[in-house]
């Protein structure tokens, strides 16, 4: 029973880290800037209900469908930090309020499900929890390590609203541009480090 406990625990603290549910605060309320309260809520709930969506369908069939693909794990990463970039600029350059308000786009299904909550970090990490799965009980723990990552990561989004009480829409703009900044950090470091495994794989 400790064994699956500890293998529990290390999925749990890993995916917390490369999800970083308190690091989602500001790029939740930047991409849901203006939006009413019950509609962040809803936010808040549809993002972590389709990173939970995504994470699962990898970790059961992520491995069949990048092979069946010809796709390597390196180019998923690289793909995702391509659209990370994306966003980042838009939030670097203030676009991304004016482009939700006239496309009526949900960000909870991207890029909030996917690929800044349910990303290829996160992906990759739990298809190499699903490869050390040995037995139900393992399997049982891969799934309550992944189901509350994603709980804590609801929890975290869903009372963020209490932060846009304090800060009001001006400070949503300021954590806006910071989180633009630290979010093209992220994401040219998935584009360097998938690159970096593409060489590896053709050496």
Not at 14 to 34: A, C, E, H, K, Y
Not at 46 to 61: E, G, K, N, Y
Not at 178 to 196: K, M
């Amino acid at each position: 029973m400790g064994s699956e406990w500890r293998f529990f625990g290390e999925v749990f603290v890993t995916l917390f880290v490369i999800v970083d549910p308190p690091g989602t605060i500001p790029l939740f309320l930047s991409l849901t800037s203006g939006r009413s309260a019950a509609v962040r809520r809803k936010t808040a709930w549809q993002a972590a209900s389709v990173a939970l969506l995504v994470i699962t369908a990898f970790a059961l069939f992520g491995q069949q469908l990048l092979d069946y693909l010809g796709i390597t794990l390196p180019a998923l990463q690289c793909a995702g930090g391509l659209l990370l970039l994306l966003v980042a600029l838009q939030l670097l350059t203030g676009q991304e309020s004016e482009t939700v308000a006239s496309r009526d786009v949900n960000v909870a299904l991207v890029p909030l499900g996917t690929p800044l909550l349910a990303g290829p970090g996160a992906i990759v990490a739990t298809m190499v929890f699903v490869r050390r799965v040995d037995g139900p009980a393992d399997a049982v723990a891969l799934a309550a390590g992944v189901v509350a990552v994603h709980f804590v990561l609801w929890l975290t989004m869903r009372y963020s609203l209490v932060i846009i009480r304090v800060i009001r829409e001006s400070g949503v703009v300021l954590v806006s541009r910071i989180a633009g900044l630290l979010l093209s950090a992220i994401a040219v470091q998935l584009v360097a480090d998938a690159v970096r495994g593409l060489i590896n794989e053709g050496a």
